[in-house]
Each structure stands twice: as C-alpha cells, then as structure tokens.
C-alpha cells in the first residue's frame, strides 16, 4: 500500500540556517507524482512543489530546493538561510492509482518546523 | 490566492446538528475534493466528484454526504455531529478526474461544542 513517511514531527533551528525535511514513500506505481505544502499558523494549505516519477531533476525556487531520488524513495526539501516566515507545518504528499485507479493524495503527517529569531 | 473558495471560514455549532460546508473550485476545474484534518487522524481524503458525478471515496463517514452541482460548486453536509468530528475541512480542486495537481481553499474550521 502506499505510504507517506515524515520522520521529524519537529525540527527547531536559528533563524539563517539551513535545514532539510524529510520525506520518504512507497508505492508500487511507476507513474506517480510527489508533493509538498505548506500549512503555516493561518491554516491554509500552500502548494510548493508537484514532482512526477520520471523526473528526477533536483528543483531549486529561491530558498527553497528539493531532491528527489527515486533508489531511496525519497523527495527531501531544503531550506536554505532560513527565516521566521518559514515556520509552519509542511506536508509531503503522494498521488498514485493504487486507489481505484484514481489518483489521490496520501499525506505524511508533517514536519512541524519552528525558526527562532 | 489559490482560487478555491470555501465558506464559512469558521463553524461551531452543537452535537447532533447539521452543518452545509460549500466549495467553490478554481475557474475551469472540474474536480472537488473534500479532506479532513483532525489532531489525532492528520489529512484525510473524504470524497471526490468530477464534472457532477461522484468519483472516488475515501474514509468517509455514513453520517456525512456530499454533492456537486451543475455550476461545478460542492458542498459537504455532516449530520448528527460528534465532538470528534471537529477538526478542519478542506476542499481542493483540479482540472482532470485525476488528482495529479490540486489547490487548496482555506478551509472551514469546524468545532463542535
């Protein structure tokens, strides 16, 4: 069965420094999409990235960037010189067909990260 | 903006009450997709309807149903509400049937009291 693996519940660091969550899946799919969104104090769900399964290209966006490796499963995302603003819940999905053919997303629970000035 | 559109932002209400969650999807999307986020079960997929019809369920309750309507905006109807049942409702949208690329609204927070 598919599967969304966050490790880190919570992860605490200093206000410029970088710091990398972590994300790990299984699915049986060859054809799948990976995802990450952010869920900051307010609640809402912010999409940052969509990944397919055949594009293993590593993505920067600013201070953001993600590496996704196919031989570990994984789609990790760094944050670089990190900020206050960047504190929030952020969650890696998956999208596959195991569901009836239907794509849906499985979530990990989140990585509850928390930039200190 | 994601452009998905859900209201009411927040909810309370009492147990064994009926509550109408509504959805807006982004201009052109033809998919709705309704989650829940509670502390103890996280993000969970509820239901999906494509173009009006019902596509694919998730860990849905009997208690709650949902629709979608001819101008492509859903709601979802809880009844007999628990205390549990409170938590965060999100609706989602995408072009296709296949949930390959969704934004989110802001949610309707819902606490049962």
């Known amino acids: 069965a598919q599967k969304v693996t966050q490790a880190q519940t919570e992860i605490s660091v200093v206000e410029k420094e970088d710091v990398t969550l972590d994300c790990v899946y299984e699915?049986?799919?060859?054809?799948?999409?990976l995802f990450w969104y952010k869920q900051p104090p307010s609640g809402e769900l912010v999409f940052l990235i969509r990944?397919?399964?055949?594009d293993e290209q590593n993505e920067i966006s600013g201070r953001y960037s993600w590496n996704f490796q196919k031989s570990t499963s994984s789609f990790n995302f760094t944050i670089t010189a990190s900020q206050v603003v960047d504190s929030a819940v952020y969650f890696c999905?998956?999208?596959?067909?195991?569901?009836?053919?239907?794509?849906?997303?499985?979530w990990g629970a989140g990585t509850k990260l928390i930039i200190k000035p | 903006d994601s452009g998905v559109t859900q209201t009411p932002k927040h909810l309370i209400t009492a147990t064994g009450q009926r509550v109408t969650l509504r959805c807006s999807p982004r201009?052109?999307?033809?998919?709705v997709y309704w989650y829940q986020q509670s502390l103890d079960q996280g993000l969970q997929f509820l239901i999906q309807?494509?173009?009006?019809?019902?596509?694919a369920k998730g860990n849905i309750l009997e208690r709650f149903s949902a629709q979608q309507f001819p101008d492509l905006h859903s709601e979802l109807n809880l009844s007999s509400l628990e205390l549990g049942d409170s938590a965060l409702y999100f609706c989602?949208?995408?072009?296709?049937?296949?949930?390959?690329?969704?934004?989110f609204g802001q949610g309707t927070r819902l606490t049962v009291v």
């Open positions: 989602a949208s995408s072009l296709q049937a296949q949930n390959t690329e969704a934004f």
């Open positions: 201009s052109g999307d033809l998919s």
């Open positions: 309807y494509y173009n009006g019809e019902e596509r």
């Open positions: 699915t049986r799919d060859t054809t799948y999409y």
């Open positions: 990944r397919n399964s055949f």
């Open positions: 999905a998956l999208s596959d067909r195991a569901m009836d053919s239907n794509y849906q997303l499985i």
